[in-house]
């Protein structure tokens, strides 16, 4: 999910041939699902019950649970607003790319 949103992101940053605000907002929502899925979070809880971990484990898996923590929206209302924010940041990024810039160098 990660990697489909970044490629969508500097694609329509950059704004390279191809690029779409559809395809952003569609894995960016992809990808705020994926760090918001509770079954995420409780797995990660499951790793980090269970011991035997190597300090370095222990270290990465406390910072997924911390991230999926903070992605988390349990409210409906609250996670319909956000996918709505996705499409206007995409949208926005789009109206960026078309800007024209009025300082020559002379």
Not at 1 to 22: C, I, P, Q, V, Y
Not at 24 to 43: I, R, V
Not at 78 to 91: H, V
């Amino acid at each position: 999910k990660h990697k489909e949103f970044e490629d969508n992101f500097w694609a329509t940053k950059m704004n390279l041939r191809g690029n779409s605000s559809d395809a952003l907002a569609k894995t960016k929502t992809e990808y705020d699902e994926f760090l918001g899925d509770p079954e995420n979070l409780k797995a990660v809880r499951e790793f980090l019950k269970k011991g035997g971990l190597t300090p370095e484990q222990e270290k990465t898996l406390k910072v997924f649970e911390r991230t999926f923590e903070c992605y988390i929206t349990e409210d409906p209302e609250a996670r319909a607003i956000k996918e709505q924010l996705n499409k206007k940041e995409a949208d926005l990024q789009i109206l960026r790319n078309k800007m024209e810039f009025k300082y020559k160098d002379g």
